[in-house]
């Protein structure tokens, strides 16, 4: 009576049982290798799309069923489970969905927890498929907390199985993109910028694109690289498997930053890159890594919305402010250099991106801050002399990180800069750290206007700045002069002649040089400047320690002068130049030395050479070749080929000009001269005045002192 009362039960309790759940039931097969019944899917659906208000019941009847077959191990049907859920959330209403998905992702994270990598890969493939989801409806109450942690610790997998250590970081990978897919656009969903999270995310996604073991290739099943599947071998996710594609970890991870980095707004962009600092910082990675480092930063400007680029250059700035603040003892001080160095050379490799949306204060503002690095490194090298090695390696980063930030600046910016940076410079050099800091910012000067176009002198070479320059290129040190007449040739060039006249030479033809006749504008910077840029070059050939390459260096500016401002005020004033230099070193003032005097009249003889070749005066050539030609052969050390001094052997001061050899065919006749241009039309007038100067007895007794 029992057994027929229980089957009556049965029988007639059957029919009674809701029909969502009869309709839940009926697509699980006897046997689950048979996989979804299609036909009976098709009905669940159906009555889902018409009856949204079922869904929630419907998304916890799965719920009880997949916790109940996951609890026994049945496998198979968990994964028709949730082959069933992923047709309902693609199809049904996306403004009805909130309440099933609630229960979808108690269900995702129920298998996500689960110790069974195929559960965690098919968990991490459904959850792919659902953030590609828009929702309509705002989400008061979702939260990923749990989501975040655990895609981020399956980043971190490190299964003993290399192929399944590699899906489920691939699977990690991929659910931390779809975490992030969900929750940027949505405003409720802000925490997810937090640092809480983004201090899982961020260095989740370094780990695998620094980890240079994940080279071998994880196999997917979908060639749907957003929803793509990842599968065991063997596992019923893959039995109908369409054909695999590669995926590898490194490159996932670099495509989630840079989607990452993509979504961040202004306010944001420092909870993206205060991770990556630290990551970088705990790891060592400044030092070690620099490629990486490099490369990581790279992508980070290059995804990151353009006018938001100089905020990651202001915060990595920032950063390298905290290394310089730090007291550490000396072996630590070491180890900070290089990681200043490490963060310097990062900065140079990215502040060219950044430096065509800066404008205005910002970029004298990361201008005056590389200059506070430098100021700053100068000091340390006073305090700490064994690590001046280091410090003038992160010196070297720092100029050059100056030098790639203006490259890509407009020129009218690059001109204020270099006049920003000549404010900088200490006027004096009394102390040594004032030298160093002054022979620093002279060289960050250089890299500047080594990629500025000048179109116009008046432009490029402002009075201020050009008395300034002046003034520095008679600086008691040789290399600081040296510099100086550098950042004269990179403003005077314009027409690409620096290479062909950087060696004075008398023995032979110079290359072609390009040569315009002097625009209106380039006669009138001279008649204003000329006159003062010569009775400096005046004074500097007669500086004592002047070495060869000073002395290649003044052929050099002359030249220059003599090519972009071709006009006849400029030859006569350049050859007065020559002729009263020449008298110099025949006179001998100021104590000079027998080699002093040869450089000199070596000097003389380039630039005269360099004239005849530019000016169609066959007189003058004639006898410019003649002189050239007879101290070739009597006193060869006349001639800057053969003259010690410009091949820097400053110890040797031969006696080079002996009372027998002091005839006048040795040097260039004023007289003759004065003629030749007198009958070619030419003012020579001026050619009978001396240069004048007081600055260089002053200076000339100051470099003796020293």
Known sequence: MGILLEGCCHCCCSPLRARYKRLVDNIFPPDPQDGLIKSNMEKLTYYATSSPEKLDRIGDYFAHKIARDLARHYNGFVVIAMEAMDVLLLN???QSLNLFIESYLKIVQLLLESQDPEMQLIAT???TKFANIDEDTPSYHRRYDFFVSKFSSLCHDNNTDLEIRRMLRISGLKGLKGVIRKTVSDDLQVDIWDDNHMDKIVPSLLYN????NQTVAITITSPDSASGSLALPGSPVSKSAPGPLIEIPSVVAEENLKELVGKASFGNIGSVIRPVLKHLDHHG?????????IEVFRTIMNSIQSQHSYAVVQILMGHLDEKSKMKTGQQQHTSNIRVKTGIATVLSQIVAITASESIGPIVLDIINNLLNHLRSSINNCQSNARVSDAEKKYQETVINSLGEFTNNIPDYQKIEIMMFIMSRVPSSSASKTDALFQGILL????????????????????????????????????????????????????????????????LSVLPGLTVEKAFRQDVMFMKKHGIEILANIFENSQIANNAGDNYCSLYTTVGLLFVEMSSEE???ETIRLCLSLQDVAVSGSGNMSEGHKAAIHALVAAIIHLSCQLTSIPALASH?????????????????ESNRYYNNHLGRRPSLISAAEQSDDLFFDKNVIVEVLRSTGHDANRLLQPFVTSTVGKLLDYTLRR
């Open 92 to 94: 049904c209403n996306s």
């Open 125 to 127: 493939q459904s959850f």
């Open 209 to 212: 694109m620094q980890d240079i």
């Open 285 to 293: 990675m400044w030092e070690t890594s620099e490629e990486f480092a």
């Open 443 to 506: 060289r960050s000067l250089l890299k500047v206007s080594a990629t500025y176009c000048t179109v116009n002198m008046n432009q490029a070479l402002p009075s201020a700045f050009l008395k300034s320059l002046l003034q520095f290129s008679l600086a008691a040190d040789p290399s600081t002069r040296l510099t100086v007449q550098h950042i004269f040739h990179q403003l005077l060039d314009r027409h690409n002649n620096l290479s062909k006249i950087s060696k004075p030479v008398t």
């Open 570 to 572: 400029v030859l006569t």
């Open 624 to 640: 410019v070749e003649e002189v050239i030609k007879i101290r070739n052969k009597k006193s060869p050390w006349m001639l800057p």
